[in-house]
T-cell receptor
Framework: GQQVMQIPQYQHVQEGEDFTTYCNSSTTLSNIQWYKQRPGGHPVFLIQLVKSGEVKKQKRLTFQFGEAKKNSSLHITATQTTDVGTYFCARLGNDYKLSFGAGTTVTVRA | DGGITQSPKYLFRKEGQNVTLSCEQNLNHDAMYWYRQDPGQGLRLIYYSQIVNDFQKGDIAEGYSVSREKKESFPLTVTSAQKNPTAFYLC???????????????FGAGSRLTVL
């Protein structure tokens, strides 16, 4: 199926620093969803973006959908230990297949 | 979790045996999904079902089978034909297409299958 590519695969962050993870597609996306999976847990929905150039914030997390609707980013400011986990982006296809990227696994150095 | 119950949580089986993983939901969602998760590979879609008595193959359906006889239930059978069955299996439902929370997945807690 059509995939979304996530970079980087791993992100090691000093507590208090900012970082960004990216999600890219070769085709135009109707929407993009972001999920977080804590170690040992299951993915939990964070946000959905549908409009070109859309920006949404959840506390220290900022999600953006590109103008061409081919990429998305998640920016976390002032990283905390609670941010540890794997962040996935996912695209919804016309056939209702939800395809996930490989994820960015975040570890935090205290 | 969130109205989705997966069982068992951990399962050990010998090579060559079929295994059925249970997924039950009380969210009244029509659509249900099965994903497989391996380290470093994200979530890969095995099968999904939009409605009772209907299901479609995902990206890695070979060696798996499903049924959808009831809205609440979407069991997954890992057959002996699946070459590398050891993995974490996640079941999910999808919210309806209307409304602000449309087409979002809610996952169960998962079943971890180990084939010895």
């Amino acid at each position: 199926g059509q995939q979304v590519m996530q970079i980087p695969q791993y992100q090691h962050v000093q507590e208090g620093e900012d970082f960004t993870t990216y999600c890219n597609s070769s085709t135009t996306l109707s929407n993009i969803q972001w999920y977080k999976q804590r170690p040992g847990g299951h993915p939990v929905f964070l946000i959905q973006l549908v409009k070109s150039g859309e920006v949404k914030k959840q506390k220290r997390l900022t999600f953006q959908f590109g103008e061409a609707k081919k990429n998305s980013s998640l920016h976390i400011t002032a990283t905390q230990t609670t941010d540890v986990g794997t962040y996935f982006c996912a695209r919804l296809g016309n056939d209702y297949k939800l395809s996930f990227g490989a994820g960015t696994t975040v570890t935090v150095r205290a | 979790d969130g109205g989705i119950t997966q069982s068992p949580k951990y399962l050990f089986r010998k090579e060559g045996q079929n295994v059925t993983l249970s997924c039950e939901q009380n969210l009244n969602h029509d659509a249900m999904y099965w994903y497989r998760q391996d380290p470093g590979q994200g979530l890969r879609l095995i099968y999904y079902s939009q409605i009772v008595n209907d299901f479609q193959k995902g990206d890695i359906a070979e060696g798996y089978s499903v049924s959808r006889e009831k809205k609440e239930s979407f069991p997954l059978t890992v057959t002996s034909a699946q070459k590398n069955p050891t993995a974490f299996y996640l079941c999910a439902t999808r919210t309806p297409e209307v409304g602000s929370g449309a087409n979002v997945l809610t996952f169960g807690a998962g079943s971890r299958l180990t084939v010895l």
